[in-house]
């Protein structure tokens, strides 16, 4: 008997934060929709937190991130969640639509090439 309520219990907290980590997505492609970009940042965070050991939604996260960054204007910061996308999953849906993305700001004057890629500082580091 007593096994199976810690089974019981066990199954439940898992439902529960794969619920959560439902509830959360949900808000925030609605926010999205309402343009509320700092209320979609929230609520990733929050996807952020209940899906660690759910690896498969990270890709579907981070693609709404970056179009709420693209949203606010912060197009640099946009492509490097993109390219993060392509190289953390490169067969992945949401890499493919990251690779659009990254195309699309080109074209539309957004990132200049090269410029778009971070690169480490070549000044002296303040002491």
């Known amino acids: 008997m007593r096994a199976l ?10 439902g529960c934060t794969r619920w959560s980590m439902d509830h959360h997505l949900n808000n ?12 979609v940042m929230l609520e990733l965070s929050q996807v952020d937190r209940t899906s660690r050991a759910r690896p498969f939604v990270h890709p579907e996260v981070s693609m709404l991130r970056g179009q709420c960054l693209e949203r606010q204007k912060l197009y640099v910061d946009a492509a490097q969640i993109y390219q993060y996308l392509i190289a953390q999953y490169p067969q992945n849906e949401y ?33």
């Open 5 to 14: 309520i810690v089974l019981a219990l066990a199954t439940s907290v898992v």
């Open 28 to 39: 925030a492609y609605r926010a999205y929709d309402r343009g509320d970009c700092e209320k």
């Open 95 to 127: 890499a493919y639509r990251a690779r659009a993305r990254l195309q699309t700001l080109e074209q539309l004057g957004h990132l200049r090439g090269e410029a778009a890629m971070a690169r480490p500082t070549s000044t002296t580091p303040w002491r």
